[in-house]
């Protein structure tokens, strides 16, 4: 992965200790965190939740073994960005890790336009886009950043069924050519906090083989 990275003009730095992973993060400051979730002296996601816990909001990519649902959907939760599953196809992970590293390239001063609603309403589910804060029911939603933007883009298109590229393209910035089952497990982690019964969704409807629907 490292030569591949660094062929493609990245620069890297790896640490194989969760310990070791600590001193490089505070040292490189990089722009992307690929963590594996299996490292010898711990869990990667501890290693996340204690970079979450100090602020720090660097992109996280998640190596995960093909059976580790719980450990998807828990490093989902404490603010992954998104997750490959081993073994992956090199050329993919590739192209995913320039996706995400676009949301820290410096853009162009977007051209003025009407500022979106301070509020999206959707039956009990509030958003306040401003703030990036959520309830369902008056409840606080407890959402990562993916999370919140899958969320609103979902609610802004209530009724409407939202293709699952649309979703990519929209949450992630992917284009057409790549899938990932991040989409079906922040889906789960939505339908965990907003559904009466996750086991049989009521607001987040699938449309099967086409998207999602926003009841």
């Known amino acids: 992965m490292r030569v591949n990275l660094e062929e493609r003009q990245y620069q890297v730095q790896t640490a194989h200790t969760i310990a070791d992973g600590l001193v490089r993060l505070r040292q490189f400051n990089p722009h992307l965190l690929i963590l594996d979730l299996a490292l010898p002296d711990g869990d990667g996601v501890d ?8 602020g720090d909001m660097t992109l996280v990519m998640m190596l995960t073994a093909r059976s580790q649902q719980d450990a ?52 009990d589910v509030e958003i306040d886009t401003r703030a990036r804060k959520a309830s369902c029911a008056g409840v606080p939603l407890t959402l990562s950043r993916i999370g919140f933007d899958l969320l609103l883009v979902l609610a802004r298109q209530r009724g409407e069924v939202v293709t699952r590229s649309e979703l990519m393209r929209e949450v992630w910035g992917y284009g057409e050519g790549v899938m990932s089952r991040t989409l079906d497990t922040h889906i789960f982690e939505l339908r965990r906090q907003i559904e009466p019964d996750p086991s049989a969704p009521t607001r987040i409807r699938t449309v099967w083989r086409i998207g999602y629907r926003f009841e």
């Open 47 to 54: 290693l996340m939740r204690r970079v979450r816990a100090t």
């Open 72 to 123: 998807k959907v828990l490093g989902l939760r404490v603010g992954a960005d998104d997750y490959v599953t081993k073994p992956f196809d090199l050329e993919e992970l590739l192209v995913r890790v320039e996706v995400l590293l676009r949301r820290t390239a410096e853009r162009p001063a977007p051209v003025p336009r009407p500022a979106p609603p301070e509020r999206v309403l959707a039956g």
